[in-house]
């Protein structure tokens, strides 16, 4: 039985009982109208799409309704399922005007107005504009039903590993690392969001379709240097079959938490783990306590 399958009669919602890590109640994003990314290659599992702000217009939702990546109508944003490609990196601060500034010296701020939210990348990665949507889906769902995802990330070393694996002439792209937020209405608690979304992003980048290798450590309560207090979680992998040039293990860690305007929002990150250059745990945390929620008329 593949993925995104169930048994008959095996229970009373089949988007759930088909992925252990939609929880009652957790959401996922709606088929908004996009643009989708310029054609550079796409990773087979991490999928990436411009949204014209303008034309993100909602429409009728999935199964269990929509989730917010961005919060305010114009930055409500999901993916193109019918594209499958990475974004160029934007160069320069391309959300420098948002008036939000880093709080770590040399650092770059990366900011979703529309969720209210802000944090810290080091200097050396790459911000996505603030449309961009990056999430992960089953390998064998035509329709690309997203798993989870995040707006408008941060990323490192974009085309850290490029391959063809299924040698169609056109090359995909694996980033080193990504880091991003998104609104999680619908969600049941921050604990909840913490273990589901860490959990997704490490099964739909890394291990996929073995569930089996997916472990998420307990959920934790914590606070950042701005005061904002919810849980984190991390989950790894471990044992991933290497068939393909660019598989890794991998490792994710969600922080979710209340905006400004009370509704459930979450930060994550996930990287290859088990590489040489991959990302120490220490630097995570030094990112996620820079997350910060700000009143979106303000920036």
Same mark, same amino acid.
């Given at each position: ?43 087979r599992r991490t999928r ?34 019918? /594209?499958?490609?990475?974004? *160029?990196? =934007? &160069?320069?601060?391309? %959300?420098?005007?948002? $008036?939000? +500034?880093? #709080?770590?010296?040399g650092w770059k701020v ?59 002439? /056109?090359?995909?792209?694996? *980033?080193? =690392? &990504?880091?991003?937020? %998104?609104?999680?209405? $619908?969600? +049941?608690? #921050? ?64 922080f979710a938490f209340e ?41």
């Open positions: 039985m593949g993925p995104g399958e169930r048994p008959p009669g095996g229970g009373t919602d089949p988007q759930q009982d088909a992925n252990p890590y939609r929880q009652p109640g957790y959401q996922q994003p709606n088929p908004y109208t996009a643009r989708p990314a310029a054609p550079d290659g796409g990773n990436t799409v411009a949204l014209a702000a303008t034309a993100a217009v909602v429409v009728a939702a999935l199964v269990t309704g929509a989730v917010l990546l961005g919060g305010g109508s114009d930055d409500e944003a999901a993916p193109d399922p019918t /594209r499958s490609s990475v974004s *160029p990196s =934007a &160069s320069g601060d391309p %959300r420098a005007a948002d $008036g939000q +500034r880093p #709080t770590v010296d990366v900011v979703n107005t529309g969720l209210g939210v802000a944090f810290d990348v080091p200097a050396d990665w790459a911000l996505e504009s603030r449309d961009w949507v990056s999430y992960v889906a089953e390998d064998d769902d035509p329709d690309e039903t997203p798993l989870v995802a995040m707006k408008g990330p941060a990323v490192l070393k974009a085309r850290w590993c490029t391959s063809d694996d299924d040698k169609d002439g /056109r090359t995909d792209d694996t *980033p080193l =690392a &990504s880091v991003g937020s %998104r609104g999680n209405n $619908g969600a +049941r608690s #921050t604990e909840e969001i913490a273990r589901a979304d860490s959990a997704a992003w490490v099964y739909g980048m890394y291990t996929q379709p073995d569930r089996k290798k997916v472990t998420t450590a307990p959920v934790t309560s914590f606070t950042t240097a701005s005061g904002l207090t919810g849980s984190v979680a991390t989950s790894t992998s471990s044992g991933v079959e290497r068939q393909d040039k660019c598989d890794t293990d991998g490792r994710a860690t969600t905006n400004a305007e009370g509704d459930f929002a979450s930060w994550s990150f996930f990287g290859a783990a088990g590489v040489d250059e991959e990302v120490p745990q220490a630097t995570v945390v030094e990112i996620l306590s820079t997350v910060r929620v700000f009143t979106p008329e303000e920036s």
